[in-house]
């Protein structure tokens, strides 16, 4: 340790503050309805160097505006600018999701940066609200930059501004919410600016050093020893990029001493639709840094863990190799990349159940909680509503119990309540629950996904990009995958599953919308079940009476207790193995 290991914990509480201080701001002052409803935002620190000290997957690092910039340019009262995903060192960015990032300064020494994202209703492209789903080339996305100073001296560029809101269908939105942007950044800038006071820059940027030390050794003395040494390879797929697929993902993971490597080779050929996803450069940093919270499951003693804050220093455990050029993780410029969310949950899903054979079952069962859609319409007199909304779904079984239902989306972002629904936007939400069924089977049950039911009160048109696969979320040790994810729209008499990749398909007034998000895999063969536990999954609502004969060996009787017959289950599970 580099100073008092409690000076370390007060300043990683204090940096998680001056975080969550920076987003309930931005959520009381946003003008976008998107940005503030659907929260599809964040606030991140990182040191000098471009490393995350808390942890948050979503930002894009400083190192391309550092690879922009030489160090004497890049000076206090700053504003920097830019969402492109090709530019050195590449990995992150879409046209929406813009992020504004202020270098912290003591004196003339630079000690760290904040940055803000949001990921905004249009900045030009082929439809509003940046929906990339037909796009085939990234120009169709909207309007990429690279880094750029977008405010010096604490005063914005006009330049810059001008040629933002030139590109944007809602001008007027996109103009006050970068002022709510550049607002929040000074406030952060202060926070931190009266932690260097209190501190020193010494001590502080060594608080920094320890925190990333202190997440780097957890990783690798308590984790990574619960994984046995060899290779575990997995194929997954992203269902269509709009125009073709499958899309072939090959995950290959090994442990060797204290390295995990994770290994893309073999992933298939860069696509025509936007599920490219550029994870060259920065990138695999950034795939580090979703992948990580996954190892947590390893830890024998999850509450010792809880006190050790989640940055880079878990991604210093991690060896990412990506194949050659042309791939879908990386693909070449101009290739569309606005729906690399799908490319990522699969990679997610894909080194979650990598994972789950190499730790013999210590993790949880199959996870699929990342994906886009959103409803455009206009009013009579030209009023534009975009709505965006990420559902939870279920998650994976493990050795401990049940998986969790409902769980909010790795993205943070949706889930809005149904009166703000109503209230703010042209939709009427009919009903909204649990997926019957949804959850894999198992002695232990996934967790269920969603469903919503969106009355569609003005014509419009829907974009998204969902996974829809053939078989839902991977269960593990004889239990059964999660339920699928599906989109089903119904005009008049007639409902249509609508594709997985879906570009701006039009909908009539008195349209209904039905949304249901996957389950979580279950971990254990059914007929191990406790039928006791059946059938209160069957009273809940959970499970159906089918499911409970079909699938776990249960025979229930069909008063309103839904009372089991021990004798017949008994009979039915030994005719069933």
């Known amino acids: 340790m580099n100073v008092n290991p409690i000076v370390s914990e007060i300043v990683a509480g204090a940096l998680r503050a001056v975080e969550e201080e920076i987003e309930d701001l931005l959520g009381r002052v946003w003008r976008s309805p998107s940005l503030r409803d659907a929260g599809d935002f964040s606030a991140a620190l990182y040191d000098r160097f471009g490393r995350s000290l808390t942890g948050r997957v979503l930002g894009a690092s400083p190192l391309p505006l550092l690879s922009a910039f030489p160090g004497e340019e890049i000076r206090p009262g700053d504003v920097f600018l830019h969402n492109d995903p090709y530019l050195p060192p590449a990995g992150l960015g879409e046209a929406p999701d813009l992020r504004l990032t202020r270098p912290i300064f003591d004196g003339e020494r630079l000690i760290a940066f904040l940055q803000v ?29 690279p880094p750029v100073r977008i405010a010096r001296d604490e005063r914005l560029a006009p330049d810059v501004r001008a040629i933002l809101l030139r590109n944007s269908r809602r001008p007027d ?39 990333l030390r202190e997440c780097e050794l957890a990783f690798q003395r308590e984790l990574l020893p619960r994984l046995p040494e060899g290779r575990w390879e997995v194929e997954a797929s992203v269902d269509s990029d709009g125009f073709s697929g499958p899309h072939l993902l090959r995950l290959a993971l090994s442990r060797s001493g204290d390295r995990l490597l994770v290994d893309l080779d073999g992933t298939g050929p860069q696509a025509r639709g936007a599920i490219n996803c550029p994870l060259e450069g920065e990138g695999r940093a950034f795939l580090a840094r979703l992948l990580s919270p996954l190892l947590l499951h390893l830890a ?170 053939r078989q839902g979320p991977a269960g593990g040790f004889g239990g059964h995958p999660g339920g699928l994810c599906r989109m089903v729209l119904t005009e008049g008499k ?28 279950g971990w254990g063969s059914p007929k191990e079940r406790d039928p006791e536990a059946v059938r209160l999954d069957v009273l809940r609502g959970y499970v159906s009476p089918e499911a409970a004969r079909a699938l776990y060996g249960v025979a229930l009787g069909g008063g309103p207790g839904f009372a089991a017959d021990p004798a017949q289950t008994q009979k039915l599970r030994s005719s069933q193995r």
């Open 117 to 145: 994202r949001g990921r905004h209703d249009d900045l030009g492209g082929t439809l509003p609200g940046g929906a990339p789903a037909g796009s085939s080339e990234i120009y169709h996305e909207g309007l990429l930059l």
């Open 173 to 211: 939105v996109l103009a006050d919410d970068l002022e709510a942007q550049l607002g929040a950044l000074r406030v952060g800038a202060l926070r931190l600016r009266g932690l260097i006071q209190r501190y020193g820059a010494e001590q502080l940027t060594a608080c920094f050093a320890d925190l």
């Open 300 to 469: 024998e003693d999850p509450a010792r863990l809880a006190g050790t804050a989640l940055n880079d220093g878990a991604c210093r455990v991690f060896d990412i190799r990506l194949p050659g050029p042309g791939t879908l993780v990386t693909p070449r410029f101009p290739a569309p990349a606005g729906l690399r969310a799908l490319t990522l949950s699969q990679l997610l899903a894909a080194f979650g159940e990598a994972l789950f054979q190499a730790s013999g079952g210590q993790t949880p069962a199959g996870l699929d909680n990342l994906r886009v859609w959103s409803l455009g319409s206009r009013e009579a007199d030209g009023t534009y509503h975009l709505f965006r909304e990420a559902l939870g779904a279920g998650a994976g079984a493990s050795a401990r119990g049940d998986g969790g239902s409902a769980v909010p989306s790795i993205s943070g972002s949706g889930g809005l309540p149904v009166e703000l629904i109503e209230a703010r936007y042209p939709l009427r939400v009919e009903s909204a629950g649990l997926v019957r069924d949804s959850g894999g089977a198992g002695a232990h049950r996934g967790g269920l996904g969603v469903y919503r039911d969106y009355r569609l009160l003005l014509g419009g048109d829907l974009s998204s990009g969902v996974s829809c696969t």
């Open 494 to 521: 007639k409902a249509q599953l609508l594709p997985p990749v879906t570009s701006a398909r039009p909908f009539a007034p008195g349209s209904l919308l039905r949304v249901e998000t996957p389950g979580g895999g």
